[in-house]
């Protein structure tokens, strides 16, 4: 099943999993240490962002080590593009109004 960065990033783990890898890449077990679930559930989410191009892996010795892929944050954020520019309008319309108001 092909699945999209929005699914991807629908759930609060995989989100919290893709926030502590965006600095520098982990192994499983190191993501797992940051969780209460099983390390077999976080593999689940590992799979599904790796599924969804987010992370990709890289092999080091005998370790794999996931990191965070931005470019298919792209997809997100052209999605967001509208959305942001209709709430700056708003935003500066509201600081238009408060100072007339003055």
Known sequence: MRRDVF????????RAILTL??????TPNAIAEHFESSRQ???KHI??????ELVSQKQ???EIYYQFNPQKMKEVADW????QQLW???????DELLNNLK
């Open 7 to 14: 699914q991807a990033i629908a759930d609060p783990t995989r």
């Open 21 to 26: 890898i965006a600095l520098h890449a982990m």
């Open 41 to 43: 559930a976080v593999s």
């Open 47 to 52: 799979k599904i962002l790796a599924e969804c």
């Open 60 to 62: 080091q010795g005998r």
């Open 80 to 83: 967001l593009s509208p959305f």
């Open 88 to 94: 700056e309008t708003r935003f500066d319309q509201l």
